[in-house]
C-alpha cells in the first residue's frame, strides 16, 4: 500500500475508533520524517524529541478531524515547523541562534528564500523516503549523525566500500530530485 494511502486509512480508523494501536502505526510511520523536519530547526535531539511528542500529542487531540485534512503531510510539516520555531522563541535566546548562523548568512533570508528553504527540505525528506532502507539507514548515519565510513561499517557488519556504495547512490538519487525540483 502507498504511503499516502496508508495514512489516510489510519487517520480514517482513527476517527471510527480512536484507537490507540492505529495511532501507534501512525507514530511509527511518521516519527523519523517527524523528527528529521522539527530536527532542521532545533539542531537538539532532546528538544527534537519533546517538540516531536507535543506535535503527536496534538494530532491525538485532533484525531476525529484528521481525516478531513487535504494534505496531511502539508499539515504536518507546517505544524512541526511552527512548534520548533515556537520552542526556539520559548527556550533559547533567538539572538543566540543567529549568531551561531551568522557564519552562514550575512543578512536574514528573504520570505522567498525562507520558502525555498524549507521546500527543498521536503524535498530532502522526501527523497530520504524513497531511499531502499538500508541506503536510507547509512545515509542519516553518515551525513546527518555524522559517523564515519569505517564506523558505520563496524556498526551494520558491513564493509566500508559498500558504505560507500550506498552513499553514492543516495547522494545521487538526491542530486536528481533536486535537479527535478529547480527544472
Same mark, same amino acid.
Given at each position: ?28 510511520? &511518521? ?14 535531539? +532532546? ?51 543567529? +549568531? ?11 520570505? +522567498? ?7 527543498? &527540505? &521536503? ?6 523516503? +524513497? ?53
Amino acid at each position: 500500500m502507498e504511503r499516502r494511502e496508508e495514512i489516510h486509512t489510519l487517520l480514517l480508523k482513527l476517527e471510527e475508533q480512536a484507537s490507540e494501536r492505529h495511532f501507534k502505526q501512525l507514530y511509527n510511520l &511518521l516519527y523519523d520524517r517527524f523528527f528529521r523536519i522539527s530536527f532542521y530547526y532545533l539542531q537538539n535531539d +532532546e528538544n527534537t524529541q519533546e517538540v516531536v511528542l507535543d506535535v503527536f500529542l496534538s494530532l491525538w487531540n485532533k484525531r476525529k478531524d484528521l481525516h478531513t485534512i487535504n494534505n496531511f503531510e502539508n499539515y504536518c510539516f507546517i505544524l512541526l515547523k511552527n512548534a520548533s520555531l515556537n520552542y526556539l522563541s520559548k527556550h533559547k535566546n533567538i539572538s543566540e541562534r543567529i +549568531e551561531t548562523k551568522a557564519d552562514f548568512q550575512q543578512s536574514d533570508p528573504t520570505p +522567498e528564500e525562507n520558502l525555498l528553504n524549507e521546500e527543498l &527540505l &521536503l524535498v530532502y525528506i522526501n527523497t530520504l523516503e +524513497e531511499l531502499p532502507p538500508r541506503c536510507r539507514e547509512i545515509f542519516i548515519l553518515i551525513r546527518e549523525q555524522e559517523l564515519s565510513y569505517k564506523e558505520v561499517a563496524e556498526q551494520l557488519n558491513i564493509s566500508p566500500k559498500t558504505v560507500d556504495a550506498q552513499i553514492q547512490k543516495a547522494v545521487s538519487t538526491l542530486k536528481e530530485k533536486i535537479k527535478l525540483y529547480f527544472s
